[in-house]
């Protein structure tokens, strides 16, 4: 089955403590993304990658690094996560084709509170 | 660059009456429009998109879209909405180079039995 998949699913920590939330796709898509949600705001993109070690920011990238070693895999990392980054966070694949947008296909979201 | 607005932070409506959820975008040029579905708990879901031709498209679960350049809109409609239907809509717009949608801040729908 073509899936996103994201673990944890809930997750609750406390301030300063590292943390990575784990992304992963089994559609051999090349653009990936992590999103998060907050009520009132909508989605938010924090950052995004184009392909195997290609990386870029979004909107709203701080506090948050990623990799991309792998083409399925797109780890999110809060290194000293703080409680304003406690939010709903969502992981989204799609293929990149460069002459149109394409669906994204989302996990079923992480949600994070930081104490 | 382009932006998305949903007038809209919630809709009531009642089972087995018609909806329309309003969409505004902002860009020069046609852009990519899309809609998503997120229901409780769970990601977000491709309802329909359109990138050019007909302007009404369909989508699955009976939704449909109407693109209005005139307008700058593209509002989605349900002619009979179902219990099941209650969820958080996005209404997303790509333009430019970058392959990226913008998503809307979301309209929630209520349905009352």
């Known amino acids: 089955e073509a899936q996103v998949t994201q673990n944890p699913r809930y997750l609750i920590t406390v301030t300063g403590k590292k943390l990575t939330v784990t992304c992963s796709q089994n559609?051999?898509?090349?653009?990936m993304s992590w999103y998060r949600q907050d009520p009132g705001l909508g989605l938010r993109q924090i950052y995004y990658?184009?392909?195997?070690?290609?990386?870029d920011k979004g909107d709203v990238p701080e506090g948050y690094k990623v990799s991309r070693k792998e083409k399925r895999n797109f780890p999110l990392i809060l290194e000293s996560p703080s409680p304003n980054q406690t939010s709903l966070y969502f992981c989204?694949?799609?293929?990149?084709?460069?002459?149109?947008?394409?669906?994204?296909?989302f996990g079923p979201g992480t949600r994070l509170t930081v104490l | 660059a382009q932006s998305v607005t949903q007038p809209d932070i919630h809709i009531t409506v009642s089972e087995g009456a018609s909806l329309e959820l309003r969409c505004n975008y902002s860009?020069?040029?046609?852009?990519?429009l899309f809609w998503y579905v997120q229901s409780p708990g769970q990601g977000l879901q491709l309802l329909l998109k359109?990138?050019?031709?007909?302007?009404l498209v369909q989508g699955i679960k009976g939704f449909e879209a109407e693109f209005k350049r005139s307008q700058s809109s593209f509002n989605l409609r349900k002619p009979s909405v179902h219990w099941s239907d209650a969820a958080e809509y996005f209404c997303?717009?790509?333009?430019?180079?970058?392959?990226?949608?913008?998503f809307g801040r979301g309209t929630s729908l209520i349905v009352h039995p």
């Open positions: 989204a694949s799609s293929y990149r084709r460069s002459t149109t947008y394409n669906e994204q296909f």
């Open positions: 559609m051999n898509h090349e653009y």
């Open positions: 990658s184009m392909n195997v070690e290609v990386t």
């Open positions: 860009y020069g040029a046609t852009p990519y």
């Open positions: 359109y990138f050019s031709g007909d302007t």
């Open positions: 997303a717009v790509g333009a430019g180079g970058s392959y990226i949608p913008t």
